[in-house]
């Protein structure tokens, strides 16, 4: 094995039957990239012995690194524990420093402590312990020639925990690594094949060992530019080109969410805004909240979900919505400027539509204001519920986004 | 081969630099269990030739029906269609039917077809083709002896038309599957250890075709019993026990979210709801509206962000958070009474508190009102931002419903 690889296998029953999606391995490989190791496969298997041995066992011909998440709990559907041991042939011994930590943690929390918690003190004997500070099942190592095993426990901050404070270090010591580059650039409002229509030329002409992907997300494409063994300036020289040849619909040049480049423009203006949406139902101004920091640029938000608070919460005039209807032009600019009154904030945008499949030929209104100047946008949301939510909160929250560079 | 299995195997780079977390193979798996159809394994690969050939080998090995999605898009690293085209050994031909769909798709969105679209018509000529009512992409069906491969666009609500459409109902016409059967319990208010010490005596007595797993996620834990060939009355005698066992904790018997629950109660009493919340940001909001049919019981929320909108618009009196501070038993009391009356609402909930993390010990207060009685409750969130989110809006669902039914 030449190139260093890594595979990730979760284990758990609950991945199997669809109960639970797994964010773990995206994460991890979100970890690895920087540090130049690439994953060759991603592998979920069930609770099953036979299946994580085998998975293990066809993983380690193609990746010196094997990273295991998953079944390390204190219940008895957790079997990674007992398969590792049997797989690299040791037993379980007491861990001293592990039990302490236990013990401590179930104290602190006035929590009487289980037998199944003590028994995640025991650990298997020819394993390196990666101690897990937020949790009660440790992390262990294992080598095995020129190969890793690594196995973390399922929850995602506690393994988030071991793979940052122990894993990075380790592997970044451990393993020599090609030179991977990443640079994304961010996009909104126009579809994966036209911009593949407007990109033919720049990809004919990339050199081989830069390639492009197109990662489309409703209303959002994102385009990666990644570089194996380049200079930088070379991948930049690149990118260059491809932010040109995309400029009329560049969200940024990062790889960034459209609600911290809201929050980022925000704070350098030193100006606030605010949110009143009906059928995203929180959507948007969860998006906003989700930002640390938020507080300082978002005064407020509202879903005034009924005609009746549309009109005695947020004060829209009743006569706008008898004329026009509850989804028109006129509704949303007055929910937008109501809401720059209420919130005493510098912008607002404001949504009104239909999100179902089917109702009223899915129109949805956009509304913007800041106070003296007010937009609103139409748009189809030709989507199921949960789809036309997401659709609808990029479009607001990337019309937002121009109309606060277009007024400043 | 006797039992029937699945293996799904996911193609793109991006799920493997963890820019995209892979939802589809969760939401196949879903759909396969009701038939009887256990996923065996699901595999993540590139978007490279080799890889996807040796995913399909070793599935194959232990899989009778392989599901591949991505990769199938018009643009150059979608490289699925090749590949399957060279393993099957055929040619691509064009096909009239998925041509038409394609022009008609195009000029009904009055968007000019690209080359790049045209050649989505062009398919394998010895495979099945899956028709794609709702995206360019056409789904494929490949039969070698007893097994079958099937092709599928990664978008998600394309893939899920196929899925939908044409792929259950063939499977259930072609493969004998044994009798799977699921029943989930919903929990909330006490920790995966602490139920498995309760479960100790239910677990051992479980017959071996009988599995118990725990999920636990964030303030809930579900409980599911899995029966493989086992008649239904023997099932339900278990699941009996089990919600006898845990009915101080019991959100629900199915597996149902906690803001299903909380609108089948209210639709039930033709009562309504309204939200006040300030640290979650509108994810309670988020979560009521996701919801079909949400607007019959819930009249709106508010994310009165800052101090200034908490008592200008939702009108806290100041005095009660300048004496008890904002953060506070009286506040949330208070949040909660005045959103009960702004919005003409039945019940309110209102949530104020710390999510970062070791920020003023990490308190949250939820209250609860329903105009006359109003109670609060105190709790801590240990996590980083994005969890506590979480772990906050389903304590402050839980607390609800429990309210609702204390408070008919």
């Not at 409703?218 to 070379?234: G, P, S, Y």
Request: with cysteine; glycine share 6%; aromatic share 6%.
């Amino acid at each position: 094995m030449k190139q260093t690889f890594c595979s990730i296998i979760t284990i758990g029953d609950e991945l199997l039957i669809g109960q639970t999606i797994d964010t773990n391995s995206a994460w991890i490989a979100q970890q690895l990239n920087p540090i130049g190791i690439p994953v060759k496969r991603r592998i979920a298997v069930g609770d099953q012995k036979n299946d994580i041995i085998q998975a293990i066992e066809s993983e380690r011909k193609d990746s010196n690194i094997i990273i295991i998440t998953g079944g390390l709990g204190p219940t008895s559907d957790d079997i990674t524990k007992p398969v590792l041991c049997e797989y690299f042939n040791t037993t379980l011994v007491e861990n001293q420093e592990v039990l302490n930590h236990i013990s401590t943690y179930f104290a602190k929390r006035n929590r009487p402590m289980l037998d199944s918690n003590l028994r995640q003190a025991m650990l298997p004997a020819n394993c390196e312990i990666l101690f897990n500070a937020v949790g009660t099942a440790p992390g262990m190592l294992f080598k095995d020639q020129e190969q890793v095993f690594i196995s973390l426990p399922g929850v995602p901050f506690e393994m988030q925990y071991i793979i940052t404070t122990h894993i990075i270090p380790y592997l970044v010591t451990h393993f020599k690594t090609p030179n991977f580059l990443h640079k994304t650039l961010v996009t909104s409002g126009e579809g994966e094949s036209f911009i593949a229509e407007r990109l033919k030329a720049f990809e004919k002409n990339l050199p081989e060992n830069i390639k492009l992907a197109y990662l489309p997300k409703l209303n959002i494409v994102k385009l990666r530019l990644t570089a194996v063994d380049i200079e930088d300036h070379v991948l930049e020289t690149h990118f260059e080109t491809l932010k040109t040849l995309l400029q009329h619909i560049t969200v940024t040049d990062k790889d960034m969410e459209l609600e911290q480049v809201i929050g980022q423009l925000l704070n350098k203006m030193g100006k606030t805004m605010s949110i009143a949406e009906s059928c995203t139902g929180g959507s948007i101004a969860s998006r906003i909240t989700s930002v640390k920091g938020a507080s300082t640029y978002f005064k407020g938000g509202m879903v005034p979900y009924t005609i009746e608070s549309k009109e005695n919460v947020l004060q829209v005039d009743s006569a706008i919505i008898e004329t026009h209807g509850v989804v028109s032009e006129q509704t949303v600019i007055s929910m937008a400027s109501k809401c720059v009154e209420k919130f005493n904030a510098d912008y607002a945008v404001s949504v009104s539509g239909y999100l179902e499949k089917n109702d009223h030929d899915n129109v949805v209104w956009i509304g913007l204001s800041n106070g003296t100047h007010h937009i609103a946008k139409k748009m189809i949301a030709p989507y199921d519920r949960e789809k036309n939510t997401i659709l609808v909160t990029n479009a607001a929250l990337n019309l937002l986004r121009i109309f606060i560079i277009g007024h400043p």
